[in-house]
């Protein structure tokens, strides 16, 4: 198959970037996605030019390296899935693909599809844990956990930290990336008591890094390629009030 | 040069006990007075750098990811070993130990063995405290699962996200000491090379991957914690940063590498589709409890899989080992699988794979449990190949997964260079010549998080001077020597790409030095890398410069080290002339299995940087088994 791209170039930080053409021939269905865009790159580094920088690492979904904004759509057209577990087969021959960076404040662009997320570890190292010291802990079974609230706190610690969410959020919030964290450690015995300073540290971290309030459009959830749900968000939300009453 | 693995006296179930009360300790107040300097956070690196950030060192760590939960410990699927014995079916550190060291076929070190299982206990206590969310059984106690062919249930899982789970626990436990300023973290920032102060690790050279700055730092002792060097076989199932520099750069500067030609090549991986592929997705192993691999029996067969009847079906696992069935550990099932498509009766488009065929289980248990046990891996498969597992047998192939081989450590984690330790895959410390299922993430996380934080005390009490100046004139030289390298590599201007090379590479290692090795493959094999080797120097194309962000030349210079070190492991592979675990040498069998020589390579390969080029000095590390009876190692 024949496909063309338009991909967003940009150098560094302080250049304005623009989109650049290049039509790709001898696209194979099998290919994933970007296996396409290696592809293009050898094939732009043999006629001398600069390749599309773009991130990547396990390319099985599991890392968060990966991530750019397809036709619109952060990860691309299908549900529940990360850049690099993306196939050719989901696209036709002969299609247009708009290639773009996750676009937020706080995430500045390091060149061409690469931003810096680093704000978003900042959010963690404000809270994001149970403080237990080395070789402290009780036996693993000394804490029972009720099978629900394990499996529930599974669900919430399954993001990957891509940032797709923010990406896709008009308001450029990390409110999803932070409730799935709050809601993981908050489902657990364990992190019973840091749970609501947890909550109230976290997020002032993510508005001072730059990151925009929630205001409930939900184009997280659908964006989210770990489907962490929105309702996460209610429970950070609850946490956040109780945390803000108590003086946490 | 002497090997001194510095193994405690006494029996072993009290050498651990006994060396920690022998150890040297820092003084609380002096801790801060020293700095440790971690390259990786992957489960090694995050557990070392935490634990020793909370006794008080000043860490510093650093990563080339953008951030430090994306090292490569965070793929990994099946689960953790430990002996808890909470399935109360036998289970105890000895079991454990004595299943570790014949799994590695006789090749890894009593001692550490011993005290990887003694402190895999603690592994799990930690891990849940910091909130691992592991299965459960529905009393809320732990759920575990026998993994790999072990006949206890000793394996502890997060689904099959279980490396994930535990490196989100040990990242987010450095977080917290990010956030209070005890460690220092630099992200997207490249070793590539150690510095060493008469004689003693004392720092590293680093390149920040985003401006191109080379700078310096120093510590009074450096951690290597940078995973192991699958990709010298350019498809494997690691992320595709994976890499030797950091290793190789420091057996360069005098670190014994040991056992390179120990790899291993996992059964169950999704086969290559195009020359365009990138990397090999691995399906849990697993699958191996439910599934049942067949190949048909005529070579050149290529209906359908349903079109074959079952008597023209060759269950070859099964029939050869009957006992053990399609649960035959992994490296004897990967080369059953070779030597089927060998055969020509390779399954698939490219007659490259075997069947992993789950009709029988969906019969007999529904398709419902198979979806409750599996459903995320057949959900991956699909994707993929764009066959539903559901309806036709998957097709699977091995593919280089993990190495055994690495820096040499004594039993302190101490490489032969003073002052530098090397924790997780890339040490060689447990696993022998073959690594069983579920015990790479529990070594890691024990040499970070139980071993060194104490062993490396030792050594820091003795270093009264702190650390050097990084402006000293050590650490100049060795920046210009990396500031060189980088021109060179940019000035080449041939006509190649980095990755042109790095396939090319692959081919020849996986080829003469993969799952089956001879001795006129390996010579071969030695002599095409030495020209692949001369061609990269003068042929390949690096665009850009050096003083921005440049995945090029990131990669070409992690190719660059790969083509010196698969040298070495070939080196390794020739020098060893015996078949162990991971390394099957033809002309060492019996019946199609390895055939083990221990009167004559019951040891440690510890091979000695020489020049590039250079032969390297094998010196030899003697192995004792006192309480494991070396044994034939059978699963008939
Ligand atoms: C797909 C897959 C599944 C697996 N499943 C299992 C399993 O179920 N159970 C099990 O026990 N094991 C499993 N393994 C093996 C296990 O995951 C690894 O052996 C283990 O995670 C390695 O951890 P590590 O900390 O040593 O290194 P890594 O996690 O590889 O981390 C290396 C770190 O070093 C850094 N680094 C490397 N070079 C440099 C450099 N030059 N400069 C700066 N930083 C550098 C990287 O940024 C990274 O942070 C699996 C492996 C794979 C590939
Ligand atoms: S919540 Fe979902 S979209 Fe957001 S960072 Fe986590 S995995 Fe990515
Ligand atoms: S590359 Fe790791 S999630 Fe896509």
Redo the contacts with the bound molecule.
């Keep these: 198959m024949k496909i063309t791209l338009q991909v967003w170039r940009q150098a560094n930080a302080n250049d304005e970037g623009r989109f650049e053409t290049y039509h790709q021939g001898g696209v194979n269905e099998e290919m994933s996605f970007l296996e396409m865009l290696d592809v293009l790159n050898e094939s732009l580094i043999n006629e001398g030019k600069e390749p599309v920088a773009f991130e990547s690492d396990c390319r099985?979904g599991i890392c968060g390296a990966c991530g750019m904004v397809i036709s619109g759509s952060p990860h691309g057209p299908k549900k529940a899935i990360t850049t690099c577990q993306l196939h050719m087969r989901s696209f036709s021959d002969g299609e247009e693909i708009w290639l773009e960076p996750w676009r937020a404040k706080a995430f500045p662009v390091v060149k061409d599809l690469v931003v810096d997320r680093s704000s978003l570890d900042r959010i963690v190292e404000s809270g994001g844990f149970i403080s237990v010291r080395t070789g402290s802990a009780p036996d693993a079974n000394a804490i029972a956990v009720p099978k629900s609230n394990a499996d529930r706190a599974f669900d919430a610690a399954a993001c990957i930290g891509c940032g797709a969410c923010v990406a896709a959020c008009p308001n450029a919030s990390a409110m999803l990336f932070t409730s799935a964290k709050v809601a993981h450690l908050g489902l657990l015995p364990q992190g019973q008591p840091e749970r609501f300073s947890r909550a109230v540290s976290m997020v002032a971290t993510m508005d001072q890094q730059g990151f925009g309030y929630c205001t409930n459009h939900g184009a997280c959830q659908t964006a989210c390629p770990k489907e962490i749900s929105i309702d996460l968000i209610a429970m950070l939300n609850r946490d956040l009030a109780i945390g803000a009453l108590s003086g946490a | 040069m002497q090997l001194d693995s510095k193994i405690p006296e006494g029996p072993i179930q009290d050498k651990w006990d006994k060396h920690r009360f022998d150890m040297k300790l820092v003084n609380p107040a002096n801790k801060r007075k020293h700095t440790v300097i971690v390259?990786?956070?992957?489960?090694?690196?995050?557990s070392a750098a935490a634990t020793m950030g909370e006794l008080g060192y000043e860490v510093k760590c650093?990563?080339?990811?953008d951030s430090?939960r994306?090292?490569?410990?965070?793929?990994?699927?099946?689960?953790?070993?430990a002996a808890k014995n909470y399935q109360n079916d036998g289970d105890s550190i000895y079991r454990l130990f004595y299943d570790t060291v014949k799994g590695g076929d006789f090749r890894s070190r009593e001692a550490n063995v011993y005290r990887l299982a003694q402190v895999s206990v603690e592994i799990i206590d930690q891990c849940a405290a910091q909130g691992v969310p592991f299965a459960r059984e529905y009393g809320g106690q732990l759920g575990n699962r026998s993994?790999g062919g072990a006949q206890v249930s000793r394996t502890f899982y997060a689904r099959g996200q279980?490396?994930q789970q535990l490196?989100l626990g040990a990242y987010q436990a450095l977080a917290k000491q990010i956030g209070e300023g005890k460690v220092e973290m630099f992200t997207r920032?490249?070793?590539?090379d150690l510095v060493l102060v008469d004689g003693q690790a004392k720092g590293v050279v680093?390149r920040n991957l985003v401006t191109g700055d080379v700078t310096s730092h120093s510590a009074d002792a450096v951690v290597l914690?940078?995973?192991?060097y699958?990709n010298v076989f350019y498809l494997?199932?690691?992320?595709k940063?994976?890499?030797v520099?950091?290793a190789w750069?420091a057996h360069r500067r005098g670190a014994l590498m040991a056992n390179p030609c120990y790899t291993q090549i996992?059964p169950t991986c999704i086969p290559q589709s195009g020359d365009y592929q990138s990397k090999l997705?691995?399906m849990?192993?697993s699958l191996r409890n439910d599934g049942r691999i067949w190949v048909p029996q005529e070579p050149g067969d290529s209906r359908v899989a349903g079109s074959i009847p079952e008597t023209e079906r060759d269950y070859y696992l099964e029939r050869i080992y009957p006992s053990f069935g399609n649960l035959a550990p992994r490296d004897v099932s990967s080369r059953r699988a070779k030597e089927a498509v060998d055969m020509g009766k390779g399954v698939g488009p490219q007659a490259n794979g075997v069947y992993l065929d789950f009709k029988d289980a969906i019969g007999r248990l529904g398709q419902d449990t198979i979806a409750e046990r599996y459903g995320n891996l057949f959900d991956m498969y699909q994707q993929i190949t764009g066959e539903n597992p559901y309806q036709v047998p998957m097709r699977i192939y091995p593919a280089p997964?993990?190495t055994m081989g690495g820096l040499w450590v004594d039993y302190n984690l101490e490489s032969t260079i003073p002052g530098l330790f090397v924790?997780?895959?890339?040490n060689f410390s447990d696993h022998g010549a073959n690594r069983l299922?579920?015990?790479?993430?529990?070594?890691?996380l024990a040499d970070?998080y139980f071993v060194l934080p104490y062993t490396i005390g030792n050594y820091l009490a003795t270093q009264k001077d702190g650390a050097p100046s990084a402006d000293s004139s050590e650490f100049k030289e060795v920046e210009r020597e990396v500031n060189e390298k980088t021109q060179k590599l940019l000035n080449v201007d041939g006509k190649r790409t980095a990755e042109w090379f790095h396939r090319e590479l692959g081919k020849i290692v996986w080829d003469k030095c993969g799952m089956a090795r001879n001795e006129a493959g390996l010579n071969q094999a030695l002599e095409e890398i030495r020209n692949l080797r001369g061609e990269f120097w003068k042929d390949v194309r690096v665009p850009g410069s050096g003083k921005d962000f440049n995945q090029t030349l990131e990669h070409a210079g992690r190719v660059a080290d790969f083509l010196e070190f698969a040298e070495l492991m070939c080196e390794d592979a020739l020098q060893r002339d015996e078949s162990c675990g991971g390394h099957f040498r033809e002309e060492h069998q019996v019946d199609g299995e390895a055939k083990r020589n221990d009167e004559d390579f019951a040891y440690v390969a510890a091979w000695e940087f020489k020049g590039v080029g250079e032969k390297p000095e094998l010196h030899k590390e003697n192995l004792e088994f006192e309480n494991v009876h070396l044994a034939v190692r059978s699963y008939k």
């Excluded at chain 2, 924790?423 to 890339?426: F, N």
């Design positions: 099985e | 390259v990786g956070s992957g489960l090694a690196g995050a650093f990563c080339f990811q430090p994306r090292a490569h410990s965070i793929a990994a699927q099946g689960g953790i070993n993994f279980t490396g490196l920032t490249e070793m590539l680093v914690a940078t995973g192991g699958s494997s199932t690691n992320a940063g994976c890499n520099t950091a750069r996992h997705t691995l849990s192993e997964h993990y924790v997780g895959e890339a299922g579920a015990s790479a993430l529990m070594q890691g970070g």
